[in-house]
Structures are given as structure tokens and as C-alpha cells.
């Protein structure tokens, strides 16, 4: 018996959990359930799109809402999360049922760009629903302790966040939303993000106060140092003192950060710029769900002319998605607009925002 594409309930959820877990985490001591706290929390579940066969989940594609906030607009994305078929279902169409039934429900909400990771292999069946590979958003800094005397210690006490800890909480989602862009995180969603397994948060002290925050991850897929914010002395301090801490024997300690301005970017590009390299093994796609509407809200950071070209052009979602952010060398898009270098556009999704 066929059911489905449909929305997952919470019955059906530890079969999904345990379907997508063979397909990534097999080998692993991590889950997806603990990976992807938000996206199989119960408020989603109706953005969990499942199908069975005879009582059985054999295909899942979940996505999970975040609002971005700019200096002058804000746009809605749906990251589409971890997706699995079983081998014995696969090449029947079930996952791509699954995904257009996200596309859906992200449509009639108007939600700006479906935005997802994924490895080259795997590019063609999403350019099927018009999803378009883009260049790096992120770039990623090689550190090890030997760079630990690069970065300025301050008298600022350090201490691990308590996840218990209602002010500390409060202060770190502070710091993080007094970035000019970012993820617009609910206050409610700190705690589950910043217990993500093999993850440690350290804040700095000033005057009793938390100065700055730094995230720093054993986990196999956010590896290193993926977020931070506050001020540039403190992230300094939280620098070095990872990098003595964690660096042992020349372990090489990969700090990312997004193209977007940002402080952590700051500090990394003014004391270690020949360290910056495009995260070449991070594949990002995306999907604009109405171009005509996204350029509208974009049009602040577009000069006249480029505004005036694109909105004229009848482009395809492909290739509006190539001009503005940059096309992956692995899915070059043929076009004869202007192509800027870098991008117009570029978006300061955090690797805690995947989750």
C-alpha cells in the first residue's frame, strides 16, 4: 500500500530519524536526531514530507524556516535538511514527490529561497525542481596552536556557557543578532542549537559581563571553530585560547566564517588573511521560489542598471540564481547578462543555521 507525500507524525518520526541515519551516519556514534534538533522537533513535523510503502517510511525530505535579517530588508529561507530513500525504493520518483510537497507548503507561505548542501553527485536531481549550485558562501581559515600568539589576550575570564543559564543564553543571542546580518534565531531555539553533540561554547568575561562567544565542534559535520560574535578583542582571547587548548601537536583547526560582513571575519582576514580559502568541500544550492519577488526585496543592495537588467530579463530561477550568487564550477550556467565578481549577494547562514 502507496501513502504519501504527506506530512511526517510522531509515531512515523523514529522511522524517518532511523532512515536517514542509515544513508549518513552509518559508522557513526552521531544521530540525526540530535544533529537536527529543530527540524525533528514537534512544531515541524509538518514540514517533515514523507511516503510509505505497506506501513513503511521508505523516502524522507524534511525542511525547517529561518528569517535572515539585512541592514535594510529581511528574507525568509527554507533549508531543506538531511533527505534518505531506501535502496530498495529508490529511482521511482519518491524522494522528488517528497521535495516538490516541500516546495509546496514553502510556496503558499512565500518563503524567498529554499537553500540546501549536498554533494556534487547529487546536483542533477535537484536542478529537476530548478535548484541551482552556487559558488562558496563560506570561506574557512586553517589554523593551529602555533597561530594561538597571532591573536591579542585580553584579562577577559573564561568560562563554558551553561545551557541552563537563562541570562547566559540571553546574552549570546544578543551578541549574535547585533551583527548588521545574520539568522534571526527565536530565543527559544538557543538552547537546542547550542547543545549539539561535541560542541563546546566559550564565553568571555568582561566586568561580569559575557563580552563575546565562540562555538567550537568535534562533530563530523560542523568540524572546528563555526561561530562566534561580540567584541573583536574577546574573539581574539577565545581564539587563542582554542586554539592552545584544542590545537595539540599541530592539529589543524578549520575556523569558517561567511562572506557577509561580520566580526569574526574581521578579526580572522586582518591577522591571518593568507589563512582565508573558499570552503571549497561545502556545495550549496538554491532554489528562488519567486524571482520577481526576491529581487524586489533585494533591490536596496542592486545598483539601478542591475536591478533594471534582471527584472527585465524573464530569467530563469537557474540562471537569476547563478547571476546573483555566483555558479558553482561544477554547474556553469551559459548567459549573457553580466556576471560580477564577486556575486551581488551572498547570505550569512551560520553552520549552526543548517541544523
Not at 541570562?167 to 531555539?189: I, K, T
Not at 586554539?243 to 575556523?255: D, K, Q, R
Not at 558553482?328 to 560580477?340: A, D, F, G, K, Q
Request: aromatic share 6%.
Amino acid at each position: 500500500m502507496f501513502d504519501g507525500p504527506r506530512s511526517c507524525t510522531m509515531s512515523e518520526l523514529p522511522q524517518a530519524i532511523e532512515l536517514v541515519d542509515a544513508a549518513m551516519r552509518d559508522g557513526s556514534d552521531q544521530t540525526m536526531l540530535t544533529d537536527y534538533p529543530l527540524v525533528y522537533r514537534h512544531d515541524n513535523l509538518p514540514n517533515i514530507q514523507i511516503i510509505k510503502v505497506n506501513g513503511k517510511v521508505v523516502s524522507v525530505v524534511p525542511f525547517l524556516m529561518h528569517e535572515v535579517e539585512f541592514q535594510s530588508f529581511r528574507i525568509s529561507i527554507g533549508v531543506i535538511s538531511p533527505t534518505a530513500t531506501d535502496p530498495a525504493h529508490r529511482r521511482r520518483g519518491f524522494a522528488m514527490r517528497c521535495l516538490q510537497e516541500c516546495l509546496l507548503k514553502m510556496d503558499r507561505r512565500e518563503i524567498d529561497l529554499s537553500v540546501l548542501w549536498t554533494d556534487v553527485p547529487v546536483f542533477e536531481f535537484y536542478a529537476h525542481a530548478e535548484y541551482q549550485a552556487i559558488r562558496s558562501q563560506h570561506d574557512v581559515f586553517q589554523l593551529t596552536s602555533r597561530d594561538a600568539p597571532l591573536f591579542l589576550r585580553t584579562d577577559d575570564s573564561i568560562t563554558r556557557l551553561d545551557l541552563d543559564n537563562l541570562d547566559e543564553l540571553e546574552a549570546v543571542r544578543r551578541l549574535h543578532e547585533n551583527e548588521s546580518c545574520c539568522v534571526r534565531r527565536p530565543p527559544l531555539n538557543y538552547k537546542p542549537l547550542f547543545s549539539l553533540p561535541k560542541m563546546t561554547t566559550l564565553l568571555a568575561r568582561r566586568n561580569g559581563q559575557v563580552a563575546a562567544y565562540l562555538v567550537f565542534s568535534g562533530a563530523i559535520n560542523k568540524p572546528g571553530i563555526v561561530e562566534a560574535g561580540g567584541a573583536q578583542d574577546a574573539i581574539q582571547t577565545l581564539l587563542s585560547h582554542v586554539l592552545i587548548h584544542f590545537g595539540e601537536g599541530g592539529t589543524v583547526i578549520p575556523a569558517w566564517t561567511n562572506q557577509t560582513p561580520h566580526v569574526l571575519k574581521h578579526v580572522l582576514s586582518r591577522i591571518s588573511q593568507h589563512r582565508r580559502e573558499p570552503a571549497s568541500d561545502v556545495h550549496q544550492m538554491i532554489r528562488i521560489s519567486s524571482p520577481s519577488r526576491f529581487l524586489k526585496k533585494i533591490s536596496s543592495i542592486l545598483d539601478a542598471g542591475t536591478a533594471a537588467t534582471l527584472g527585465a530579463g524573464n530569467l530563469s530561477r537557474r540562471i537569476l540564481t547563478a547571476v546573483l550568487f555566483g555558479s558553482h564550477p561544477e554547474m556553469p550556467l551559459e548567459t549573457s547578462l553580466p556576471v560580477r565578481d564577486p556575486p551581488p549577494f551572498s547570505l550569512p547562514v551560520w553552520m549552526l543555521d543548517h541544523s
